[in-house]
């Protein structure tokens, strides 16, 4: 039995995908016995060159006619991106039987609960491995590879862009925007970086990976999301002195009948392994009850490792099909669950790093830390460095474990103090824990 | 639809796996839809205390009626370990037309053969992922995960027990005996550690692994393995002064037609991710031809990790049962390809550490050099330090690549030349290519 697949979408993951269904499909072939042939491509723009030659016939503009209504078709992968018209795209083909391969993290985080519930009454398969962490099987791992544990928290490095920003400035000293002027002549970074360096992105792919971990409904609008562009190479140098590195981590744990989800950036152990996950690698973390900790780590982006989780789910489907499962009673957990809440950020606890711009003169420490004190915040470590009478200074303080709203309050009210200048710059601090 | 399971051996995988199938019959439940209960535990010993309270009705002494005699039971869990009765139970487990599962990485590397094809004509499927790596899920991500691309090549540390003994050295300054006993005091190494020091674990595991990744038969009588007994602490410490750490290494390499699969100390650039890899960790790199590098990374051993691999196995064929798959007509790729040869060690190439006991008297550095440059081997980089007029010193060399069966011939001649002293050190280089 052979069988057939339609991309929608022939852009860099589109083309990689199609690269690998046409080199790879011997190899595919002799491993899992399962023949699968690339019978469409749909793209408005199917004259550009991509550096691969597809029979011209494959090629359409036709994605409604000639994919999702093509009756030979078994699986349509739609990697075209963004809300509009890819889930037009995805509803039609779940309600046409198709069996759907999306990498498109924000639609399913976003508008997903309908799509999953579509698929889930229509008795197909809706496979989203790629919208995670690139090439990385994090998905399966989670889904099948862990699934006799509780998962019990996730934490990872899942967007490039990012992590390729916050390694040049510490590596070369570089400030925020340098760093991203780079990453964007590199095509690491797009025109408009607002989803990478904001943490959107990382904030869709964390809702697609807390709902499968914990079974909670998919939460993007219940997820504390603060990005990177405020950190400066100076957080980046006091961390280092610390002992810490800066990463944007996406962060789910399990705490009784509670989730905590949040992204942000995030001082770590420099001893730690995720760490030392550079460049636009990604990295996650997985602690499950029975497996302990486990970090799976590759390329989160690019057409080849894309397109490779891409082509791993439509071999899933395929073998499913061939092997003649009733696929409509494979149960799926993700969502189910409502009796866990996500707790709102301002009951998460936490270690922070406080960098306040003071003015150089006595009493400056004991007022700061006279705020402090009044909100339970106790202080770990202090830094301050250089002298400029009458000037500013940067003056570090390590906090222990605090709540989050205690210490909004707080900085709030130092941020007035005729003693400090400008915004206090607030990372939290994860690890060692005391 | 109600899965049945039963257990043949109660250490401490079967407690674990015990545990699981018991404590987390119910996240599972909820997870996947699926029922699995565990009916049967049987051991020679049933009344030692596991720490784990079973009814007594689970527990039995009779393996053979109880278990695999047992109508009501889907799938058979093999925990015993060793050659036999394990085979034994398998086989007829298998012969009833059971599902087996099994982490006896021993037994399948080298009678797998025999195994997988009985498996194969029964239609039963045959369950191997706590074989390698503990709860790491990598059989599963080499088989699924990246099921796409064409493996080529494998770095893994898959044998706690070592990787903890070299930690300990490094970390101490311990020599071998003394970090092996600390091994096997603190329960990591067993009472007869030969397996675990001397590689043989590690090219069990890494026979399935390149069998699984490149299609070979299994081919353990044609790894080259070389294990941990000889490396000194002397040896840790140059390898860091060069820049490296020494790990014991799992290897497999696709080249052309053929594979390298051996497994030896290695010196790996400290700065890759794979050296920090520390203690009874373990880690294993996967890279392919779309994918590029990924890293899997978690505990290699132990009840709860390796139980975790077991019921994964156990929820995938449940999951197969369940949803009605004609499991018989999913193909494997293992061991069906029979044009891929293992690439004799002699023809090996690599870049290699020397570290010789030389006689501290003039001309010794030009008499070794002299007799590699005569085998073809060019000298990378010298480490010569301390005087001992007379008395034995010291001597370091990093080569660039060279042929293994020259460095063979050159070392054997060096060894009989009077201005050296003992055996040469030899240990084999990875990483930073030329």
């Known amino acids: 039995m052979k ?35 690339l019978l469409k491509v749909a793209d408005l723009d199917i004259e550009r060159d991509r550096g691969i030659s597809l029979p011209s016939h494959i090629l359409t503009t036709d994605a409604m006619g000639d994919v999702i209504g093509n009756p030979d078709i078994h699986v349509v992968v739609e990697l075209i991106g963004g809300i509009n018209p890819a889930k037009d795209f995805i509803v039609k083909a779940i309600q046409s039987g198709k069996h759907v391969v999306t990498a498109n993290k924000a639609l399913l985080a976003t508008e997903g609960a309908e799509i999953f519930d579509e698929a889930r009454n229509r008795g197909v398969i809706l496979g989203y491995e790629a919208s995670v962490a690139g090439g990385i099987p994090i998905i399966k791992v989670i889904r099948e590879g862990l699934v006799a544990n509780r998962i019990l928290s996730i934490y990872g490095i899942i967007n490039g862009t990012s992590n390729y920003i916050l390694t040049r400035m510490l590596e070369e000293k570089m400030d925020f925007h340098d760093a991203l002027r780079e990453a964007q002549e ?4 797009e025109a408009d970086p607002t989803f990478d360096i904001e943490g959107i992105d990382t904030a869709h792919k964390l809702t697609l990976l807390a709902s499968l971990s914990f079974g909670i409904p998919l939460s993007y609008d219940h997820i504390y999301t603060e990005g990177i562009s405020r950190i400066t190479a100076q957080d980046i140098e006091f961390a280092m002195e610390l002992g810490y590195k800066i990463k944007l981590l996406a962060i789910a744990k399990a705490v009784d009948r ?11 152990p420099e001893n730690y392994l995720i760490s030392k996950v550079d460049g636009v690698l990604n990295a996650v973390y997985v602690v499950g ?34 092997i003649g499962c009733n696929v409509s009673e494979d149960i799926q957990f993700m969502g189910k669950r409502t009796d866990i809440r996500v707790k709102p950020m301002g009951e998460v606890e936490s270690k922070y ?13 004991s007022k700061i830390s006279g705020v402090l004190g009044r909100h339970q915040i106790s202080i770990a470590a202090v830094i301050q460095k250089g002298r400029s009478i009458g000037g500013a200074v940067p003056l570090v303080l390590l906090t222990h474990k605090a709540r989050e ?30």
């Open 289 to 322: 009850d029975a497996v302990g900790e486990t970090l799976y780590y590759g390329r989160g982006a690019g057409d080849m490792p894309t397109g490779s989780a891409v082509v791993s789910d439509i071999v899933d489907i395929a073998r499913k099909i061939t």
């Open 353 to 365: 790093y406080f960098r306040f711009t003071a003015i150089d003169r006595p009493g400056v420490l």
């Open 258 to 268: 509670e989730v905590e989800i949040r992204v942000h950036p995030t001082m770590i």
């Open 405 to 434: 709203s205690d210490v909004q309050k707080a900085i709030k009210e130092i941020d007035t103090l005729d003693v400090v200048d400008g915004r206090t710059m607030v990372i939290r601090v994860e690890g060692d824990e005391d």
């Open 3 to 37: 069988i057939n697949v339609g991309i929608i979408g022939f852009g860099t993951v589109g083309t990689g995908t199609a690269r690998i269904l046409t080199e790879n499909r011997d190899i595919i072939k002799e491993k899992t016995g399962l023949d699968i042939e």
């Open 186 to 189: 590199l095509g690491y970074a």
